[in-house]
């Protein structure tokens, strides 16, 4: 299976893809190309291992600009893997039940426009919920919105911080990432 994975960080979710494709826990996965829509450290793993990278800038043309890459590809899966921005409807609709992504909480719960990276977590201490998580769903138009593919939960202690969660987080985004990519290696 070939995969595009699109990027907006750290790069932690794209390192995990990596890694699991090097010590033979995601066989038959080939990361074809990654896409960013800026500068950030995900390119510079990307490119340490010397797979093709596209920084696409021009955040209002993105969408378009991202499909240009893709086109001729055959590409069999889009990967969001801390990707922070939203997709035209038109995009979303080429790509229908063939993109994914990984969001660092239970939804439905914390999803939307805003509710991204540590602002998820605030939020959720903020409501002081007794348990948080990670989803990997299907892209749609909506943010957020698509079928779950699958979701992993955990106890929240009382007086556990932001850090701590966002930590904890990156250990279920890790593992159901991987495991939702290999159901659809299948
Ligand atoms: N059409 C869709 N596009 C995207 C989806 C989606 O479900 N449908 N998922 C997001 C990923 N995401 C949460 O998992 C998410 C990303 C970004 C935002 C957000 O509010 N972004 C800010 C800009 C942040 C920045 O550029 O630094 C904004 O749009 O104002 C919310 C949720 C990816 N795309
Ligand atoms: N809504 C999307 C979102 O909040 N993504 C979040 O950005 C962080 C950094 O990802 P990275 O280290 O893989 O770049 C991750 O926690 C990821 O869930």
């Given at each position: 299976m070939k995969i595009a994975v699109f990027v907006s960080g750290g790069g932690?979710?794209?390192q995990n893809i990596i890694d699991a494709i090097q010590d033979g826990s995601l066989p038959n996965v080939e990361i074809s190309m990654v896409i960013a829509d800026r500068n950030c450290l995900a390119v510079?793993?990307?490119l340490d291992v010397d797979i093709p990278t596209y920084l696409l800038e021009d955040r209002k043309a993105f969408s378009e600009d991202a499909q240009h890459?893709?086109?001729g590809e055959e590409i069999?899966?889009?990967v969001l893997a801390g990707f922070l921005s939203i997709l035209s409807k038109e995009f979303v609709e080429k790509w229908e039940n063939k993109m994914i992504n990984v969001h660092p909480a239970l939804l439905p719960k914390y999803g939307g426009k805003g509710m991204y990276g540590k602002k998820?977590?605030?939020a959720v201490l903020a409501n002081n919920e007794k348990e948080s998580g990670a989803t990997v769903h299907y892209v749609t138009a909506g943010i957020d919105e698509g079928e779950i593919?699958?979701?992993q939960a955990f106890p929240i202690k009382p007086g556990?911080?932001?850090d701590w969660l966002a930590w904890r987080i990156s250990q279920v985004e890790k593992e159901i990432l991987i495991e939702a990519i290999k159901?659809?290696?299948?």
């Open positions: 932690t979710n794209l510079e793993r990307a890459n893709l086109e069999d899966l889009i998820v977590h605030e593919i699958l979701q556990e911080n932001v159901k659809l290696a299948k």
